[in-house]
C-alpha cells in the first residue's frame, strides 16, 4: 500500500460531474407511502390524498430526504446501489460507510414528480483511523425534478476503510467459527410490535419560540431486522451490511448487522420536520454517525432550539439534534435550521440556495 493514498489517479477525480440521472419512474403516491411507512411516520401530507390537496402545497409530497429510489439497482459484492457513480481507484475494496451528510431543501419533492440527480467529487482526503488509514470522499447531489427546479442539495461523506490483516482469507474461507453469536431481535415470539399512530400537534409559531425549548422526541423501535429490510425495499438499497450477518462480521469485522445511517437520517429529519409543521419549511440539516446501532435497540432523536433569528423577513430557528440508543450511546448528531411562520403568514415552496 503506498504511503500517500490519493494518488495522482485519485486526486484528478475531484471536480468531476457524473452524467445526469433521470429516475425509472416519477415519485409516485405507492412510493411516498412505503417510505412513510417503511420509517412509520404516517405524516398525512405523505399519506392523505385529500388533507394534502387542502394543504398549502396541494398535492401529497414524498419525505424530503427519500424524494429518489433506486429501482432494480445492478448487484455487486457489497450489495445493491453501492456503486456510486465514480469508481474511485483506492488500493484496497471497500464498502463506503456513511460518515453524514449536509442538505439544503429548496423545494417539495411532489408526488408525480420526475427526479434526476447529479453528483460531483468535492474533495478526497485521507485520515489515520483506529483500525488503520482512512479515505474521505465528498460528494455534492442535486436533486431537480422534470421543470429544472432545484429541490435540494446534499454534501454527503463516505468513509473507505482497509480491512483489518486477515479478514479477507477469513471470509474467502467460508469458515463459520469466526462468526460471533447475537442476540435475536425483537419482537419475542406471539409479540406484534404496533405501528405508530399519528399524532396531531399544534403548529409552531416563530414568535412563540425561545432560545433552549426542548423539540418533542422521536422515539424508534425496538429495531428489528425487519425496520431494515422495509426501509431497503423503500429506497431501493440493498447494502449487505444491513441484512447479511455473516458479511457483516466476517468481511466488514462489524458485531452485528448496523441500522443504517440514511434510517437514522430520515429519524431526525422527522424530528425537525415534525417541529417545523404543515405551515413551516425544513431549511437545512447536517448530521454526522458517530456510532453504530444494532437490531434490538430503541432510538431516540432528540433536539433542542439553539437560536432564532430573521433574514429577509423570515424567522429562521436553528437546532441541536442527537440520536441516542438505550444503551446510552450517542450515534448520531447534527444541526438543524427550519423556518416557522409567524402568525398570518404564509411561508414561500421554493427557497434559494446557500454557500456551502
Not at 483506492?90 to 449536509?102: H, I, Q, R, T, V
Not at 423577513?313 to 442527537?322: H, N
Request: hydrophobic letters at 35%; proline letters at 8%; glycine letters at 8%.
Amino acid at each position: 500500500m503506498p504511503n500517500s493514498l490519493i494518488t495522482p489517479e485519485v486526486a484528478a477525480l475531484i471536480g468531476r460531474e457524473s452524467d445526469p440521472e433521470r429516475n425509472r419512474f416519477p415519485i409516485s403516491a405507492e412510493m411516498a407511502y412505503d417510505v412513510a411507512d417503511s420509517i412509520e411516520d404516517y405524516n398525512p401530507l405523505y399519506v392523505d390524498p385529500d388533507h394534502a390537496a387542502n394543504s398549502r402545497f396541494g398535492e401529497l409530497l414524498c419525505p424530503p430526504l427519500a424524494a429518489w429510489k433506486d429501482i432494480a439497482p445492478p448487484i455487486g459484492y457489497f450489495g445493491a446501489g453501492q456503486e456510486w457513480h465514480f469508481e474511485v481507484p483506492l488500493p484496497f475494496n471497500s464498502y463506503g460507510l456513511n460518515g453524514g451528510s449536509d442538505w439544503q431543501f429548496l423545494a417539495p419533492a411532489y408526488v408525480g414528480s420526475w427526479i434526476t440527480r447529479q453528483f460531483r467529487i468535492m474533495e478526497i482526503f485521507e485520515k489515520e483511523g483506529r483500525s488503520g488509514p482512512l479515505v474521505f470522499i465528498v460528494r455534492q447531489e442535486t436533486q431537480t425534478d422534470q421543470h429544472g427546479t432545484v429541490l435540494s442539495l446534499a454534501k454527503r461523506v463516505s468513509i473507505h476503510r482497509a480491512l483489518p490483516t486477515g479478514a479477507e482469507s477469513s471470509q474467502s474461507s467460508g469458515d463459520a467459527e469466526d462468526l460471533t453469536t447475537v442476540p435475536v431481535a425483537p419482537p419475542d415470539p406471539e409479540v406484534i410490535l404496533r405501528k405508530p399512530s399519528p399524532e396531531k400537534r399544534e403548529q409552531q409559531y416563530f414568535e412563540d419560540v425561545e432560545t433552549g425549548m426542548d423539540l418533542p422526541v422521536v422515539v424508534k423501535g425496538p429495531m428489528t431486522t425487519t425496520h431494515l429490510i422495509r426501509w431497503a425495499a423503500a429506497n431501493g438499497n440493498y447494502a449487505r451490511i444491513h441484512w447479511d450477518l455473516p458479511f457483516a462480521q466476517l468481511h466488514q469485522r462489524l458485531p452485528n448487522i448496523v441500522v443504517n445511517g440514511s434510517l437514522k437520517n430520515q429519524y431526525l429529519g422527522q424530528l425537525l420536520l415534525d417541529f417545523a409543521g404543515e405551515e413551516g419549511w425544513f431549511r437545512r440539516f447536517y448530521v454526522e454517525h458517530r456510532g453504530m446501532d444494532f437490531p434490538g435497540d430503541t432510538l431516540t432523536a432528540l433536539g433542542v432550539v439553539t437560536g432564532k433569528r430573521e433574514v429577509n423577513g423570515f424567522g429562521l430557528v436553528d437546532c441541536r439534534v442527537g440520536l441516542r440508543n438505550d444503551r446510552g450511546h450517542q450515534t448520531a448528531s447534527g444541526t438543524g435550521t427550519v423556518v416557522l411562520p409567524r402568525r398570518s403568514q404564509q411561508l414561500p415552496l421554493v427557497w434559494p440556495e446557500e454557500p456551502w
